[in-house]
């Protein structure tokens, strides 16, 4: 992953110098799951402000992001989640498109 600064926020889209953030994998499975990113988004670069509202979600709701960690087998990725898992698979679901 290149730590290059970009033009464009990938979560606001707005022209902005952004660049690529470290969230740990917990805090990138809470966004995901309360509907804040979509999963394209996740390591993507992102602007100051974006990151700053996303850091303070997560401090805010710390609490929920250790009931979650404590509720989830393993955070190798997001997609270890079993939410995000067809029921009984243990490995990463490919990605599928809805027809």
Known sequence: ??????????????????????????????LLNWGEIDNPMIGQAMCDDCYTEFRDLLIERSDEVAALAEHVEAFGSVHDMSPYRPSGDKKVASAQIAS
């Open 1 to 30: 992953m290149s730590k290059a600064i970009h033009a464009v926020c990938t979560v606001c889209c707005e022209d902005r110098k952004s660049r690529y953030r470290e969230f740990s994998p917990h805090a990138w499975t809470a």
